[in-house]
C-alpha cells in the first residue's frame, strides 16, 4: 500500500497534478496545530500567537522526488526565508521516523513536522484523493490569520518564492 501510494506521489509530481485543497480562506483564523518534528520537538502554533508569523508548507510524501526538490531549496535558500521574522515548517502525514530519515537525507536545519493522525491535515483541508497531503502553503499572520494560501508551489523555486511572498506581504524583516 505505502508502495503504491509513493507510486502515485511520485506520478503525480512529474505530470503536474495537482488537486486544490483547501476550503480555508485568507482572514479565516489559521486552525491550530501541535505536532512533532524531526528535531523531537512539539511544535504548536498558538505559541507563536502575537509574537511571529509561520509558514506552514505542506507536502505530499517524504523522500519523493518533488518533496525532495522542495526540501532542498528551503534547505539551500532558506537564508532568505530567515531574513524575515518568521518561523516555517514543512508538514506531511509521513510517520515521524520517515521524516527523520528525510530530514537527514536533504540536510534539512529547520523543523519537518509529522502528522500521521491526519488531524491537522485534515484541519487545513489538504488531504488529497490518496489520502496524503496536497502540496500547499500557508502563510499565517503574527495574529494567527491566514493570510496567503500558495496552492501552486514550485518545488524547485519555494525558498525564493517564499522570501518573495513574505515581502509581497509586508511580513516584518529581523532587525540586523
Known amino acids: 500500500m505505502r508502495t503504491s501510494i509513493k507510486l502515485l506521489c511520485s506520478l503525480a509530481s512529474v505530470v503536474g497534478f495537482s488537486v486544490l485543497a483547501t476550503d480555508l480562506k485568507v482572514g479565516d483564523e489559521a486552525p491550530n496545530f501541535n ?8 511544535y504548536q502554533l498558538s505559541d507563536y500567537k502575537n509574537k511571529q508569523a509561520v509558514v506552514l508548507a505542506w507536502y505530499p510524501m517524504a523522500n519523493t522526488r518533488g518533496c525532495t526538490i522542495e526540501c532542498k531549496s ?12 518568521v518561523s516555517y515548517f514543512m508538514a506531511s502525514v509521513d510517520p515521524l521516523d520517515d521524516n527523520r530519515d528525510f530530514a537527514e537525507k536533504t ?10 493522525s491526519k488531524e491537522a491535515a485534515k484541519a487545513y483541508d489538504v488531504l488529497n484523493m490518496v ?11 503574527k495574529e494567527g490569520k491566514i493570510i496567503k494560501i500558495d496552492e501552486d508551489v514550485s518545488p524547485k523555486t519555494a525558498a525564493q518564492d517564499m522570501a518573495d511572498t513574505l515581502g509581497t506581504l509586508n511580513v516584518a524583516q529581523k532587525t540586523k
Open 74 to 85: 528551503l534547505t539551500e535558500d532558506g537564508h532568505l526565508i530567515r531574513e524575515y521574522d
Open 35 to 42: 505536532l512533532q518534528a524531526t528535531n523531537g520537538d512539539y
Open 107 to 116: 540536510g534539512a536545519d529547520f523543523p519537518m513536522l509529522s502528522d500521521p
Open 131 to 141: 489520502s496524503v497531503a496536497s502540496r500547499v502553503t500557508f502563510y499565517i499572520s
